[in-house]
């Protein structure tokens, strides 16, 4: 692979006729070279893609944090599969930017989301925001109570009220 042209490694990271597995390594060669060409391929593989193929692209186009990233990772919020919502969460957090921001707290503020999506938008985005964010975030979490929330809320806030995060994620 090494020393090939952007170009063949855009065509060898969309040839479905290659195992999935070879795809990723191409796709993950072209968030790392982050061409225009590059960038392009990492959404058109992403449209193709499904399953965790999908996800994998989602990772690597939150990792570029590329705000144009933003609306097709949005998607996958729509699909219905928690596992697709934590994975863009956590892209759309990696990207950052007010669209990003406001995204993650309609989450943690939605209570038709799951519990712990909802905990995850509110962790992601304590890492995201301001302050002042963070402080929202702190307040959703105490809302979606429970005694996870509870441990991770020891994690964030200091015995003399710092704020602190440090959030898992697997971008």
């Given amino acids: 692979m090494s020393g090939l042209p952007v170009a063949e490694i855009v065509a060898r990271s969309l040839d479905r006729s290659r195992p999935s597995s ?20 990492l959404v058109e593989g992403f449209r193709l893609e499904e399953g965790v ?10 990792q570029t944090r590329e705000p144009a990233f933003a609306e097709p990772l949005a998607s996958l919020l729509e699909t219905g599969n928690e596992v697709d919502a934590s994975v863009a969460i956590r892209a759309l957090a990696a990207i950052g930017g007010d669209t990003n921001t406001r995204r993650l707290a309609g989450i943690m503020k939605d209570d038709g989301w799951p519990d712990a ?11 995201t925001g301001n302050d002042e964010d963070a402080l929202a975030a702190i307040r959703g979490l105490t809302e979606i109570g429970g005694d996870e929330n509870t441990d991770k809320l020891a994690e964030v806030v200091t015995e003399d009220g710092t704020v602190y995060c440090n959030a898992p994620s697997a971008l």
């Fill in 22 to 41: 070879e795809r990723r390594t191409y796709a993950q060669r072209l968030a790392g070279t982050r061409t225009p060409e590059a960038l392009q391929a």
């Fill in 53 to 62: 193929n999908r996800r994998v692209l989602a990772q690597l186009m939150g």
């Fill in 117 to 127: 999506l909802r905990t995850e938008a509110a962790l992601e985005w304590l890492n």
